[in-house]
């Protein structure tokens, strides 16, 4: 349990970033050429969220699992927890306002935000973590 989680939540934060930088490139792109905020972008910014709940999933089982077999968490895995429920909390913010009038300008620019706050803790999440695991490739040794 703890090598398969260790690995899920050590490879799907890749995904993440991909997706991420995705819809930040596609983003500025669209509003700076004044284009319509098409069906595309919104399943960007779906898909970002949605990945960012699964790792959130994978972290909180990886974070029982731990505790069951090495004891009490330590503090950096709590801080790490904190920083990672607030990235994603932030990065499903856009629900709030995906059925409401606004400009396509407006609602790439509350995209970026969305985007840029969420990776601004997601860094702050992974630097909480001993140097050593931070940016590891995890080998896969299922
Ligand atoms: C949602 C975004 C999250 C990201 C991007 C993320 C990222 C990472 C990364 C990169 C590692 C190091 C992986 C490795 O060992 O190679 C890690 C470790 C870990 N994460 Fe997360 N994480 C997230 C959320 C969470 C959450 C919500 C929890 C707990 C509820 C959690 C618990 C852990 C634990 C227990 C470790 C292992 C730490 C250790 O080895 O002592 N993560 N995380």
Redesign the pocket.
């Known amino acids: 349990m703890n090598e398969l989680f260790?690995f899920l939540?050590?490879w799907?934060?890749w995904l993440?970033l991909i997706v991420g930088i995705l819809a930040l490139v596609y983003f500025v792109m669209r509003r700076s050429q004044a284009r319509d905020f098409n069906a595309f972008s919104a399943r960007l910014l779906n898909a970002f969220g949605t990945l960012?709940?699964v790792?959130?999933?994978?972290?909180?089982v990886?974070?029982?699992v731990?505790w069951n077999s090495q004891g009490s968490?330590?503090g950096?895995?709590w801080s790490?927890?904190g920083a990672?429920?607030i990235?994603?909390l932030v990065a499903n913010a856009h629900h709030g306002w995906r059925r409401r009038q606004l400009t396509p300008s407006a609602r790439y620019l509350r995209g970026l935000i969305v985007l840029v706050v969420s990776f601004a803790l997601?860094i702050v999440?992974?630097l909480l973590?001993?140097s050593p695991?931070?940016?590891?490739?995890?080998p896969p040794s299922l």
């Open positions: 260790t939540h050590s799907t934060r993440l960012i709940v790792q959130w999933l994978f972290g909180l990886l974070f029982i731990r968490p330590t950096y895995q790490h927890l990672m429920t990235a994603m997601l999440g992974i973590l001993p695991i931070q940016w590891r490739f995890y």
